[in-house]
């Protein structure tokens, strides 16, 4: 099976240029098989999204929620990184089958495991550009996959002729990774074969406000430029599918896209006003700008890796400085992508203010008040959204921020002032941090070039339905397989898998459990 990633496609886009003729390779799949709105994850953000579709399990059983976690008895965070993956992912699944697995640029890989082939990491960091050799499995790969980019420009440095170098860039990185991958579909024996583009995703952030003429921050510029991406990710399909032969294609997003309004939200503020925070001491925000002021661009990444420590200290110190935890009840890390309120636990956190036997009522209460407020359409409790031995590590209130005529507020961070606001025109821009002018959806799509009887899918049903394409042994898994049984021969991209006996599954359970899954 070949397993394309296109992430943040966004369904209504996809829809409307099938429909125009402009994505014909997906269009080709869609109407010899199956075309599907994807549910991704609470939140539909990136980390999390990608890692359900590849466990077939819900945050709160495979540990990814954030690219970040609390320190345990501090009030701090800590980078993850693959190793804090709990659950077996596909290409895991298959190498203890003895399958061969080729996996390029996945969020949240890295770094690299030891598979049965190849694998080149996703991105490790918001702030990597591109690989070094750390990235790869086997090393020895490297020379080959060298050029491989994630988005070869920062997010956060927006400025007069940024869109003009981002968008040759965006479509210069879809070029360079889909001629890597199909030299390695040619060359390399694989029965999976996983490779992810990005920039379907930095070009929405970004570009969306010039895309949509309707949009409360548009102007005018730029009015083709997320179409071009999809238009030449449609293409790299395209060559990747005629490269792979005849096997069973599955094209997946992670989420969607939609356009941001003017208005944005700053929790912190709103939880002052409630009384349950209150500012105090210093901010300690600057170090993080300043790292990001002197440090070039194309050694972040590299700086990342190499002082992971520092790099931590740093965002937590945007994150948490300023705030009196002695007189705080309830706190906010306020990311734009995650909305979510925090509980500062008696016995959980160093200066913990709410008991333990008033937890679930004020968490309860809280979110009733925060329903109330016209920016929040809903706070769920952890508990309600995930199941399963990590719930701990999530926040302990997720939010759905409301949409104003179809437009996502922004979460931003702020130490006091309003609750709410409007950006500036000269803020329209945006930026990460700083209110990108799309942001994230709950619906992605998902292509497959075989026929189904279903008429809805949630990311977790991805990884169930590749192993019962490959008709390989499931673990345990919250998703569902889309399809009834194995596919044989006469499918479109036809695949011939065998069926395994109970002792086969019982062998890759051996199997995964001597990696770590499954404690």
Same mark, same amino acid.
């Given at each position: 099976?070949?397993?394309?990633?296109?992430?943040?496609?966004?369904?209504?886009?996809?829809?409307?240029?099938?429909?125009?003729?402009?994505? /014909?390779?997906?269009?080709?799949?869609? &109407?010899?098989?199956?075309? !599907?709105?994807?549910?991704?994850?609470?939140?539909?953000?990136?980390?999390?999204?990608?890692?359900?579709?590849?466990?077939?399990?819900?945050?709160?059983?495979?540990?990814?929620?954030d690219f970040t976690e609390m320190v345990e008895g501090q009030y701090a965070i800590r980078f993850v990184n693959r190793a804090d993956r709990q659950a077996p992912a596909l290409w895991n699944v298959l190498s203890a089958t003895g399958r061969r697995v080729g996996v390029l640029g996945v969020p949240g890989t890295y770094p690299p495991e030891q598979v049965n082939g190849f694998m080149v990491s996703g991105f490790d960091s918001p702030v990597c550009t591109g690989i070094d050799r750390s990235f790869v499995f086997p090393p020895s790969l490297y020379p080959e996959v060298r050029e491989w980019p994630f988005a070869d420009i920062q997010e956060t440095d927006i400025g007069p002729g940024w869109h003009d170098r981002t968008l040759p860039s965006l479509l210069k990185g879809i070029e360079t990774k889909e001629r890597i991958a199909c030299a390695l579909l040619r060359r390399e024996p694989w029965d999976f074969f996983m490779v992810v583009f990005g920039e379907s995703d930095t070009v929405a952030h970004h570009f969306w406000m010039f895309h949509d003429a309707q949009s409360p921050r548009h102007r005018p510029g730029h009015e083709d430029a997320i179409r071009r991406v999809y238009e030449r990710l449609d293409a790299a399909v395209g060559a990747l599918i005629e490269v792979g032969g005849d096997r069973v294609v599955g094209v997946v997003s992670d989420h969607g896209f939609g356009g941001a309004g003017?208005?944005?939200?700053?929790?912190?503020?709103?939880?002052?006003?409630?009384?349950?925070?209150?500012?105090?001491?210093?901010? %300690?925000?600057?170090?993080?700008?300043?790292?990001?002021?002197?440090?070039?661009?194309?050694? %972040?990444?590299?700086?990342? %890796?190499?002082?992971?420590?520092?790099?931590?200290?740093?965002?937590?110190?945007?994150?948490?400085?300023?705030?009196?935890?002695?007189?705080?009840?309830?706190?906010?890390?306020?990311?734009?992508?995650?909305?979510?309120?925090?509980?500062?636990?008696?016995? %959980?956190?160093?200066?913990?203010?709410?008991?333990?036997?008033?937890? @679930?009522?004020?968490? &309860?209460? !809280?979110c009733a008040r925060l329903e109330s407020w016209p920016v929040v359409r809903k706070a769920w409790r952890r508990?309600?959204?995930?199941?399963?031995?990590?719930?701990?590590?999530?926040?302990?209130?997720?939010?759905?921020?409301?949409?104003?005529?179809?437009y996502s507020h922004s979460c931003l961070r702020a130490r006091g002032g309003p609750s709410f606001r409007r950006l500036a025109p000269g803020e329209y821009l945006g930026g990460k941090e700083r209110g990108m002018n799309g942001n994230h959806r709950p619906e992605g799509v998902l292509f497959l070039s075989?026929?189904?009887?279903?008429?809805?899918?949630?990311?977790?049903?991805?990884?169930?339905?590749?192993?019962?394409?490959?008709?390989?042994?499931? /673990?345990?898994? @919250?998703?569902?397989?889309?399809?009834?049984?194995? $596919?044989?021969?006469?499918?479109?991209? &036809?695949?011939?898998?065998?069926?395994?006996?109970?002792?086969?599954?019982?062998? $890759?359970?051996?199997?995964?459990?001597?990696?770590?899954?499954?404690?």
């Open positions: 099976m070949l397993l394309i990633g296109l992430d943040g496609m966004e369904p209504t886009l996809a829809e409307r240029w099938m429909a125009e003729g402009r994505l /014909p390779n997906l269009a080709r799949i869609r &109407d010899r098989g199956t075309y !599907l709105r994807l549910t991704s994850t609470m939140p539909p953000a990136t980390l999390p999204a990608w890692t359900s579709c590849v466990t077939g399990v819900n945050p709160g059983r495979h540990g990814i929620f003017t208005g944005v939200v700053h929790l912190n503020n709103w939880l002052e006003e409630q009384g349950e925070l209150a500012f105090g001491g210093p901010e %300690r925000s600057l170090a993080k700008k300043t790292a990001l002021a002197l440090a070039p661009e194309r050694w %972040r990444g590299a700086l990342f %890796r190499r002082f992971p420590g520092l790099s931590a200290k740093a965002e937590s110190g945007s994150r948490f400085a300023g705030i009196d935890w002695m007189r705080t009840r309830a706190w906010s890390e306020e990311l734009n992508y995650f909305p979510s309120i925090r509980i500062n636990l008696e016995g %959980r956190e160093p200066m913990g203010q709410v008991p333990l036997k008033s937890y @679930d009522a004020f968490c &309860d209460e !809280l508990a309600t959204v995930y199941h399963g031995p990590h719930v701990g590590h999530a926040p302990d209130i997720l939010l759905e921020l409301a949409l104003e005529d179809g075989i026929p189904t009887s279903v008429g809805a899918a949630h990311i977790e049903d991805v990884g169930p339905t590749v192993l019962a394409v490959l008709g390989t042994p499931c /673990p345990e898994m @919250d998703g569902v397989s889309l399809i009834d049984a194995p $596919v044989h021969g006469d499918a479109p991209f &036809d695949s011939v898998p065998e069926t395994y006996s109970h002792e086969q599954a019982r062998t $890759v359970e051996e199997r995964l459990r001597a990696l770590g899954y499954f404690e």
